[in-house]
């Protein structure tokens, strides 16, 4: 044998367990993210505390079994391994089969390991289905590739705030969530604040979260959805109770009437291409989308009346405004003038937001009057915890 030849045998020989070092030190990278704003071990609320106080013994206990069963598979392999001088080399090693005191052993075993886990488990379902008598409801609605949340502030079955992507709460307050979908099925996620919670289309499912201190808290729809679910964001914003209650306040009203001309001209536009899928309480009753003759399959799109008011649209992957407060123009410009290709939605999917041929004054007009809803900029002007 060459030595070319051999050094290529070595090669071969080393490169799984190359590979196999490699595949470990990225896992460990991974773990390293000092950005994690999905981080499900940073709990900031009683119910993802709950779920923590569960999750750590059960991790201690799954670990301490694995060093076990994987300690007494290495002592079989050495010692029953075979040996050079072996009477017998295809021999098998004695069996254990019939054994009743082991075979019970090793069937009691993990039963008694598993009821306490079993029970925590339980009790920890129970307690994250409790609800305060003074808790905050919201509708939690799934759609292709968005999520719509509805306040139904006077109790009158009808929502009286609508908003997208932005789900606005008072810090220290139970918010009581009712969850379901327009569409398919999505899957609810704020991982600093609660697990995950199935949206059925036809089936509604109640959960709870709350925060502890006022901040920005990601989430992430978690069940395949279509082609844009990875674009299917959520956030949570958390104010102090006088500030969410201004909020409530403020998003009741019309949007304020346009102060300039290209304002104006926005509203027209805004009444002539968007307001078919799009609402806005700033605009009269009969420009305002007709369930009945709905050009969306999902029947429905983001209500924009207090649009500058939130930090995210289209689904929550752009951000309205730069970390300094300033308006991120540029992209909402970029967004009106082509959404399916800054969406990188597939040719021909009418789920999101079509191209409307807008020319470059228009967009300029649109821009104003979106960024006028909400003359006072978003609600939220501290950092996004990300």
Same mark, same amino acid.
């Given at each position: ?7 290529? @045998? ?6 799984? /367990?190359? +590979?196999?070092?490699? &595949? ?5 990278? &991974? ?15 009683? *119910? ?20 076990? +069963? ?33 075979? =019970? ?6 039963? +008694? ?7 925590? $488990? ?7 289905? *409790? ?6 409801? =919201? ?26 992507? *932005?789900? +606005?709460?008072?810090? %220290? ?6 969850? $379901? ?7 609810? /996620? ?19 979260? !709350?925060?502890?201190?006022?901040? #920005? ?28 209650? !201004? /909020? ?11 102060? $300039? ?43 924009? @009346? ?9 689904? %929550? ?42 020319? *470059? ?7 104003? #009057?979106?960024?006028? $809803? ?13």
């Amino acid at each position: 044998m060459s030595l070319r030849s051999a050094d290529t @045998t070595a090669r071969s020989r080393r490169s799984p /367990w190359f +590979v196999l070092g490699l &595949a470990g030190l990225v896992l460990v990278l &991974a773990g390293c993210a000092s950005n994690a704003p999905l981080d499900t071990f940073a709990p900031e609320g009683p *119910e993802a505390r709950t779920i923590m106080d569960l999750v750590l013994p059960v991790f201690l206990v799954a670990a301490v079994v694995f060093v076990l +069963v994987e300690g007494a598979i290495v002592v079989i392999m050495w010692k029953f391994r075979q040996r050079k001088n072996d009477d017998d080399p295809d021999g098998l090693p004695p069996q254990v089969h019939g054994n009743t005191r082991l075979e =019970v052993g090793w069937t009691v075993l993990p039963a +008694v390991i598993l009821a306490p886990i079993a029970v925590l $488990t339980v009790l920890t379902i129970f307690d994250l289905e *409790e609800r305060d008598a003074d808790a905050v409801p =919201v509708e939690v609605v799934g759609n292709q590739w968005w999520w719509q949340f509805n306040y139904d502030i006077d109790e009158d079955g009808e929502p009286d705030i609508v908003t997208a992507t *932005e789900m +606005v709460v008072p810090a %220290g307050r139970q918010i009581d969530l009712s969850i $379901t979908s327009n569409d398919v099925v999505h899957s609810f /996620w704020i991982p600093r604040l609660n697990g995950k919670r199935d949206a059925v289309p036809g089936r509604t499912h109640t959960w709870s979260i !709350e925060a502890d201190e006022p901040g #920005y808290y990601w989430g992430q729809c978690t069940e395949f959805c279509g082609l844009s679910h990875a674009e299917m964001r959520m956030r949570v914003v958390a104010l102090p109770p006088d500030q969410y209650d !201004e /909020w409530v306040q403020s998003q009741m009203q019309p949007a304020p009437e346009p102060q $300039t001309a290209s304002e104006a001209r926005g509203r027209d536009l805004f009444a002539q291409l968007c307001s078919s899928c799009h609402r806005n309480a700033g605009l009269p009753e009969d420009a305002q989308p007709s369930e009945d003759d709905h050009p969306l399959v999902a029947g429905v799109a983001p209500d924009l @009346t207090h649009f500058a008011s939130r930090r995210a649209y289209a689904g %929550g992957i752009f951000e309205l405004y730069n970390d300094d407060m300033t308006v991120n123009r540029g992209q909402l410009e970029a967004w009106l003038r082509n959404p399916p290709a800054e969406k990188a939605m597939a040719p021909g999917d009418n789920r999101g937001m079509p191209n409307l041929g807008l020319t *470059e004054p228009q967009i300029d007009d649109l821009v104003d #009057y979106l960024l006028s $809803t909400s003359p006072d900029g978003p609600v939220w002007t501290g950092p996004r915890n990300d």
